[in-house]
């Protein structure tokens, strides 16, 4: 059984958010297009409180309840089965879906008898790399869609770099239509 795993697709993390990728919302219609290939559908936000050292690295995004932290609009948001939140305490990185605080993911996924987990979503240096290894590690056959993540690019070169990192820790990397 394989899940779709969308990271953080929310406003802040696109374009006119707080902390934008450059075409951040380009992910919504793909990952729309190809939901219903998959078992399960897992959607991550980040969820911070309103003062976290979180903010001490980056600008103030994805506040809890605020307009921010809501999906992106082009993101359809029947094709989501379960919601995750992370980065709800005072920590200082919690960018993987792995460390959400309203669910157990691993304990989910085995439950559903999930063995193979697609990574997509927003910001592949970050939170989708994260995720990708998290799942690798924790035992899921991972696959990354790499038509439907966006990075930031802080560093010229880093979303490149981090899908290297991916495929380095074992990690396959797709395109939306061989799936
Ligand atoms: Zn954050």
Redesign the pocket.
């Known amino acids: 059984m394989k899940a779709l795993l969308i990271v953080d697709v929310q406003n802040d993390f696109c374009t006119g958010g707080a902390?934008a990728t450059r075409g951040g919302e380009e992910v919504a219609p793909v990952i729309n297009n190809i939901a219903d290939k998959f078992d399960l559908v897992v959607a991550s936000k980040?969820w911070?409180p309103e003062e976290t050292v979180?903010f001490e690295k980056?600008p103030v995004?994805?506040v809890a309840g605020t307009h921010g932290a809501e999906f992106h609009a082009e993101l359809n948001s029947k094709i989501i089965d379960q919601v995750v939140e992370k980065?709800t305490a005072n920590v200082d990185d919690?960018?993987s879906a792995f460390e959400a605080t309203n669910l157990d993911l691993v304990q989910f996924l085995k439950s559903k008898e999930i063995d193979t987990v697609y990574v997509c979503g927003i910001a592949t240096d970050y939170c989708v790399l994260s995720s990708a290894l998290d799942a690798q590690k924790h035992g899921f056959k991972t696959v990354v869609i790499k038509d439907a993540i966006r990075a930031v690019n802080l560093k010229e070169g880093d979303g490149d770099r981090a899908i290297e990192q991916m495929k380095e820790a074992g990690c396959e990397v797709v395109h939306s239509n061989q799936i």
């Open positions: 902390l980040d911070h979180h980056w995004h994805c980065g919690g960018y």
